[in-house]
């Protein structure tokens, strides 16, 4: 099984940056926009080409204001916000009042040189404006400028809690589907040495009457071994795959019951490509030959079937054993792995049924297709 990859996390993990660049460019465009404005209104206002009424020098005012002194507060409070908020974070409040106050300040007299340019204030109530003003400029500037920063930072670290919760939940996550894999490979890794001890003991029993067949079947063994090692690299195979491991399973156990192991496989060709549990069937079968042909001195006629039904895969093993309940599996017996495989691999949409029909023992395996 394939571990999820930390790609996601690695770009979730990442503190939310601001795009300098666009934020630079707009603050560049809104300033020359308001200069050349400025500048267009000056000159035809020094030309005598246009005048303004009470009102309109009231919203020219206001505007002087917003671009001396709103202006040049938004930019610096939004480069100094993000290269010291992190490194200061207890005195960026104060750096925030402190450059406000100056911004504030600086911007009145500049207010106040553009009123004289426009000819809106005379140059010997130039002070006296200045110091009526900025009371009130520095009240102003402080509350929104404030306002608007505290806004800002509590965006800010909204997105960064944000994508520390989802950075959390895709750790989570992955932590989770880790532990199955792991979970999954234990079971696995101890399905093998119970498949391979009883695999060895068909083999020492041929060796001393039939050395030929116990050469075959050592390549049947091989043939095995390389399956379990290859399944273990992926989390289901065809059950083509599946049944050539049934097959030579059955084969080696036939060498060893002789007349008393018969088995039948009846499998559509259609259900060929069906991706199962590896040794899963396999489980099923075994545990027929162990606690049916081997215990009786009659042996035992297995038959391995497969169908699908909907959207649904059935693999079925029947005896004609004397039959047993799943309520006596334990964890460590081999139908216990395989219950605990289907739960790791199709959650509550893998089940194991035992049933008794026509006098026959069924073990019934359904997945998802």
Not at 31 to 50: E, K, N, Q, R
Not at 154 to 174: H, S
Request: charged share 15%.
């Amino acid at each position: 099984m394939t571990p999820l990859t930390n790609s996601a996390t690695t770009n979730l993990c990442a503190k939310p940056e601001p795009d300098e660049g666009l934020t630079s460019t707009l603050f560049r465009i809104i300033l020359t926009v308001c200069a050349v404005t400025l500048i267009v209104v000056a000159i035809l206002l020094s030309l005598g080409i246009i005048r303004l009424s009470q009102t309109g020098i009231t919203v020219l005012t206001a505007f002087v204001y917003s671009v001396t002194i709103g202006m040049p507060s938004a930019f610096l409070l939004h480069w100094l916000g993000h290269r010291f908020t992190d490194k200061y974070p207890r005195l960026i409040v104060l750096v925030y009042a402190l450059t406000l106050v100056c911004t504030a300040t600086v911007g009145c007299l500049a207010a106040g040189f553009l009123f004289q340019i426009f000819g809106i204030v005379p140059r010997d109530l130039f002070w006296f404006r200045f110091r009526a003003n900025l009371p009130f400029c520095l009240v102003i500037t402080l509350v929104i400028g404030l306002a608007m920063t505290a806004y800002h930072t509590l965006l800010y670290k909204l997105q960064a809690t944000t994508i520390a919760l989802r950075t959390k939940q895709v750790e989570q996550e992955r932590a989770y589907k880790l532990l199955a894999e792991a979970r999954l490979s234990a079971l696995e890794s101890r399905i093998h040495p119970h498949f391979l001890f009883n695999t060895l003991n068909s083999i020492a029993a041929l060796i001393p009457s039939n050395p030929q067949l116990a050469e075959d079947t050592v390549g049947k063994l091989a043939s095995l071994l390389r399956f379990s090692l290859n399944a273990n690299q992926s989390g289901l195979v065809p059950l083509s795959q599946e049944l050539k491991v049934v097959r030579d399973y059955l084969e080696i156990e036939k060498t060893r019951f002789g007349a008393r192991l018969s088995y039948e496989i009846a499998v559509p060709e259609a259900l060929q490509d069906v991706k199962v549990a590896p040794l899963a069937l396999q489980s099923l079968v075994e545990n027929a030959v162990k606690h049916v042909v081997a215990q009786r001195a009659q042996g035992a006629a297995i038959q391995v079937a497969a169908s699908k039904d909907s959207n649904r895969i059935r693999l079925e093993v029947l005896d004609d054993g004397p039959g047993f309940s799943l309520d006596a599996i334990t964890p460590e017996h081999g139908l216990g792995n395989l219950i605990a495989r289907l739960e790791l691999l199709f959650g509550d949409a893998g089940q194991l049924e035992v049933t008794r029909e026509n006098g026959k023992t069924a073990v019934r395996l359904s997945f998802p297709a």
